[in-house]
């Protein structure tokens, strides 16, 4: 029998985060729509994320939306981006960076729903009832959580009914924003 933990287990062996990297899930958008309500120009097909220190933002297609990706980056943890992204929809970010600093920040219709650390829970106390139930579950309460990323991005997939499928290995689109 398959448990949430030991799809957290596995998810642990696929998920490396060895440098920054944010992963947004925008529910219902194309990647090219999506990228396109950040206002910068996009392009199609694929770019050498080595070849830029940062900004580059690629958009993979997935079932139910897009995943937007960041290597060495940051964008999708911004409230203007996340607001930009969001309106009419839904969005699910997760952020860490080599230091361990990280980020859970979900929006909907254009609005912050839920922000916290997926790796250090701490202080929960002003943190919103939405999702508890699914925090629980995955691991992502108290003081360390258990869960951590792979949790992390389970819970942005539930959220956002953003899932990776075959397609999302193949970047669609991408853009580079300036911050």
Not at 23 to 48: N, Q, S, W
Request: charged share 25%.
């Amino acid at each position: 029998m398959t448990t949430i933990h030991t799809v957290i287990r596995r998810r642990r062996l696929q998920v490396t985060f060895r440098t920054s990297r944010t992963r947004t899930f925008v529910r219902g958008l194309t990647p090219h729509e999506a990228l396109a309500r950040l206002g910068i120009e996009v392009f199609d097909g694929d770019d050498e994320e080595g070849d830029f220190e940062e900004g580059l933002i690629c958009a993979r297609p997935a079932e139910g939306g897009t995943i937007l990706s960041e290597w060495n980056g940051f964008a999708g943890t911004l409230p203007e981006v996340l607001r930009s992204l969001s309106a009419g929809t839904v969005t699910a970010s997760v952020f860490v960076n080599v230091n361990l600093v990280a980020s859970f920040d979900h929006y909907a219709g254009g609005r912050e729903v839920l922000s916290f650390d997926p790796l250090y829970g701490g202080n929960e106390d002003g943190l919103p009832q939405d999702y508890l139930a699914d925090r629980i579950e995955l691991g992502l309460t108290g003081d360390k959580t258990d869960g951590g990323l792979p949790a992390a991005l389970l819970l942005a997939e539930r959220i956002t009914q953003v899932r990776p499928n075959a397609s999302s290995t193949a970047v669609a689109a991408h853009a580079v924003l300036e911050y």
